[in-house]
């Protein structure tokens, strides 16, 4: 079976990265974020490939890939909705968002919604406290959620 | 020249719309990079920024011109690196943010200022993965300044050349933590690293390293261009300059404000965010982020001086404070910032890897009404085992902050969790 590779694409962002650090290692979590950036999610057979691009071995940037909450080694929906479940939102009822939505959406923490649009992860402290709570749709924050979280996150009206 | 009691958010304007190059330059924006790069030698810009007072607004508090100072030889050329400490994941803390989204220009040009003062020619910016705003406003930046000369080759025709390199993180707390974050930054699982050697000696790829916090490396160009008497007298107190204090909770009106330091407590809390919100009562504050101690209402009239606050049993932090009110569980709260800590704990050494979710397995017990009186004993004796000189970084000791003050505080919350079940 052919091996399967990266995109060309993606091997020309990632070879960009290099260019900025001494050792190409110090790319590793740029370029897992690229592959994530082109396929939302990192597969096994992308982890290897991208390891082989930057002259680590599997394990080691395997090692990098499931130490941080953003690099998604299973499959998500096109938009990952983050509710903050840190101290202030937990206190102005973030917990409450990251349910609404789950229940709304038929998902557990981390599943993907049946049409693959929606994938619900709870988050540490996104830095906005003074509008808790808070939530990241895709890139974009949104403050002072209310309890009509449904429409507002996901834009329903 | 007009100066300002608010240097680091002169030019943040109520509807938020950002400074672009031209709004920075035309409130002396790069003029306090100018004075450094063509008046002053990089040992004298050490000195200016010791004599001012300034010292880390990350949380720790060390002295700003002094750590520069301990970078060995600057005189000899040398690979050497500035990293700006750009990952704010404390939770209850959103200043840094501000200032990367409102006004980028104002970080990097302290952070022109500090790699000249250290004579680095490479510096990173270390942002945190979810700062998605604050990424394409620094980018942007970062190429006007390239463009204007700023950064680059030979910059404003010295022989001082510097490049920045936007950094952006993929999430975990520990990232913040300077030896962890000299991991991150290399491609490495992000553990902390043993000390010594000191990052100021051997940091980044095995060179001499400086991490300065972002409202650290804002305050520097105001040094350079408004001068050392000025800077001091913004402080009230003890300690020199301003600072972005915040308060999120029930409070009336949440938010961020910038004020001299030494201001009290009490002022913060019941001008600036109103006081309680209707029908809640305080109970209790963290100062400074999730991994400072508990303060109580009697502590109002403290300073936010680092001294003044470390005297009182707790810490400056960040100085953005998370307010506790009289219809919050304490110890539900305290579950929730362990649970926080357990989760970004890097499993890197045994007190904190194991420690941490055995705190968080006896919280969940105590509150389901399945605690004895024994186990805050148990918790109190965590606190002494997680604590400073038992591991590797500072991430175990801080998460100890607010549980020990609690079962110190409100040690009748936890108690009426157990005499509840004892007695039925």
Same mark, same amino acid.
């Given at each position: ?19 900025? /650090? ?49 690099? /998604?080694?299973?499959?998500?929906? *096109? ?34 919604? *049946?049409?693959?649009? /929606? ?18 749709? $895709?890139?974009?924050? *949104? ?15 | ?18 400074? #672009? ?57 040398? #690979? ?100 962890? &974050? ?195 004993? #148990?918790?109190?004796?965590? #606190?002494?085992?997680?604590?400073? $000189? ?12 607010? &549980? ?21």
């Amino acid at each position: 079976m052919d091996k399967p590779t990266l995109s060309l694409e993606e091997i020309a962002e990632i070879n960009a990265e290099i260019g900025h /650090y001494p050792d190409k290692a110090g790319v590793a979590i740029e370029a897992l974020k690229i592959v994530q950036k082109h396929r939302r999610w990192v597969s096994d057979e992308c982890l290897v490939a991208a390891a082989e691009l930057l002259d680590i071995s599997p394990a080691q940037l395997e090692a990098v890939a499931t130490f941080y909450n953003l690099i /998604y080694r299973q499959p998500v929906g *096109k938009t990952v909705i983050h509710y903050c479940n840190s101290v202030t939102c937990w206190m102005l009822g973030g917990e409450r968002v990251g349910e609404r939505l789950c229940r709304h959406l038929n998902v557990g923490l981390g599943e993907m919604s *049946k049409d693959g649009e /929606y994938t619900v992860l709870p988050i540490v402290c996104l830095g906005a406290c003074d509008h808790a709570p808070v939530a990241m749709v $895709g890139d974009e924050l *949104k403050l002072d959620i209310s309890e009509d979280a449904v429409n507002e996150l996901l834009g329903k009206r | 020249m007009e100066q300002t009691n608010k240097p680091l958010t002169k030019n943040i304007r109520p509807d938020r719309a950002f400074a #672009t190059l031209a709004d920075y330059e035309s409130t002396g924006g790069y003029q306090g990079l100018r004075k450094a790069i063509t008046e002053l030698q990089p040992k004298d810009v050490q000195q200016w920024v010791k004599d001012a007072g300034l010292r880390g607004r990350g949380g720790a508090g060390f002295g700003t011109g002094l750590k520069w100072s301990m970078v060995p030889d600057i005189d000899t050329p040398q #690979t050497r690196y500035l990293i700006a400490n750009a990952d704010e994941m404390e939770p209850g803390t959103f200043k840094d943010r501000l200032l990367m989204e409102q006004d980028p220009h104002q970080l990097i040009e302290g952070m022109i200022i500090a790699a000249y003062a250290i004579q680095a020619n490479i510096a990173y910016i270390f942002l945190r993965g979810e700062y998605h705003l604050a990424r394409q406003r620094l980018d942007n930046a970062l190429q006007e300044a390239r463009s204007k000369g700023f950064l680059g080759e030979h910059i404003l025709g010295s022989g001082f050349s510097l490049e920045i390199v936007l950094h952006t993180s993929a999430g975990r707390y520990i990232c913040g933590e300077e030896t962890a &974050l000299i991991n991150a930054l290399e491609g490495k699982r992000a553990t902390p690293r043993a000390k010594p050697p000191f990052p100021l000696v051997s940091g980044l790829w095995g060179r001499p390293t400086v991490i300065n916090n972002v409202e650290t490396l804002c305050n520097v160009p105001h040094i350079l261009h408004y001068g050392i008497e000025w800077y001091q007298g913004l402080g009230r107190g003890v300690d020199k300059g301003t600072k972005l204090f915040g308060a999120s909770g029930r409070v009336k009106y949440p938010g961020l404000w910038e004020l001299p330091l030494g201001i009290p407590i009490r002022e913060i809390i019941e001008n600036y965010a109103g006081g309680m919100k209707d029908g809640y009562k305080l109970r209790g504050f963290l100062p400074g982020g999730a991994s400072t101690d508990f303060l109580l209402p009697e502590h109002l009239d403290v300073v936010m001086d680092y001294e003044a606050v470390a005297k009182a049993g707790s810490r400056m932090g960040t100085g953005t404070m998370i307010v506790l009110d009289d219809k919050t569980c304490p110890v539900q709260m305290v579950l929730n910032l362990e649970q926080f800590f357990a989760q970004e704990s890097c499993g890197w050494c045994t007190p904190c890897r194991d420690g941490l979710p055995w705190t968080v397995t006896l919280l969940k017990d105590i509150i389901a009404g399945k605690g004895r009186s024994e186990d805050l004993d #148990t918790l109190a004796g965590l #606190t002494r085992m997680l604590g400073p $000189g038992n591991t590797f970084c500072a991430l175990a000791p801080g998460a100890m902050e607010p &549980l020990q003050s609690a079962l110190k505080y409100f040690r009748e919350d936890f108690e009426r969790y157990i005499t509840v079940k004892e007695s039925a």
